[in-house]
T-cell receptor
Framework: NAGVTQTPKFQVLKTGQSMTLQCAQD?????MYWYRQDPGMGLRLIYY???????DKGEVPNGYNVSRLNKREFSLRLESAAPSQTSVYFC?????????????????FGDGTRLSIL | DAKTTQPTSMDCAEGRAANLPCNHS???????VYWYRQIHSQGPQYIIH???NNETNEMASLIITEDRKSSTLILPHATLRDTAVYYC?????????????FGKGITLSVRP
């Protein structure tokens, strides 16, 4: 019963390097999300995907790209990492319907990726 | 968008009930109240949600006032493992989907 799985758990990058954070869920959920969490800021939404094949910007999308590879997987890419992107990144999923009708289903989170950019 | 207000911190004794308050005085009629918690170094964990009726599940009870301007999360028998940051959230719609807006939450410390 894995739920939402994120890889890697920890990563250190140099400024300008690129990397992709992976997220997979095994609950057959339609919607998936990427958040970042910084001290004193709470969680902020980066991007979300209401269904396979669709993605939309959240509050803080600049510097990131996403891919909804299939129903299970939603990846977050940093093309040119900056120190301001040092954060803990969380992926989540929920059972909102593919038609966009939200049944107010709760979101289930992974355990995060701790990313440091030097 | 409705905002929520929570105390910064509280504590309770192990085995006693923990009552966590939340104010959401500008909540709209179709907005739900959600509670999540985050234990150190883990991802947020869904606890419970409700619209206007009181709700109970295996983790907690949610009491929403009749005017819906405030609510209380009740952990009936707190354990040391319930020490965490608890977030009270009012669901915000964003396009065809919805997002969760996390504030700073309330830090609950359960003492032995």
């Amino acid at each position: 019963n894995a739920g939402v799985t994120q890889t890697p758990k920890f990563q250190v990058l140099k400024t300008g390097q690129s990397m992709t954070l992976q997220c997979a869920q095994d609950m057959n959920h339609n919607s998936m999300y990427w958040y970042r969490q910084d001290p004193g800021m709470g969680l902020r939404l980066i991007y979300y995907s209401a269904s396979e094949g669709t993605t939309d910007k959240g509050e803080v999308p600049n510097g990131y790209n996403v891919s909804r590879l299939n129903k299970r997987e939603f990846s977050l890419r940093l093309e040119s990492a900056a120190p301001s992107q040092t954060s803990v990144y969380f992926c989540a999923s929920s059972e909102a319907s593919a038609g966009g009708l939200d049944r107010n289903q709760p979101q289930h989170f992974g355990d995060g990726t701790r990313l440091s950019i030097l | 968008d409705a905002k929520t207000t929570q105390p910064t911190s509280m504590d309770c004794a192990e085995g006693r009930a923990a009552n966590l308050p939340c104010n959401h005085s500008t909540i709209s009629g179709n907005e739900y109240v959600y509670w999540y918690r985050q234990i150190h170094s883990q991802g947020p964990q869904y606890i419970i949600h409700g619209l206007k009726n009181n709700e109970t599940n295996e983790m907690a009870s949610l009491i929403i006032t009749e005017d819906r301007k405030s609510s209380t999360l009740i952990l009936p028998h707190a354990t040391l493992r319930d020490t965490a940051v608890y977030y009270c959230i009012v669901r915000v719609m964003a396009g065809a989907n919805s997002k969760l807006t996390f504030g700073k939450g309330i830090t609950l410390s359960v003492r032995p």
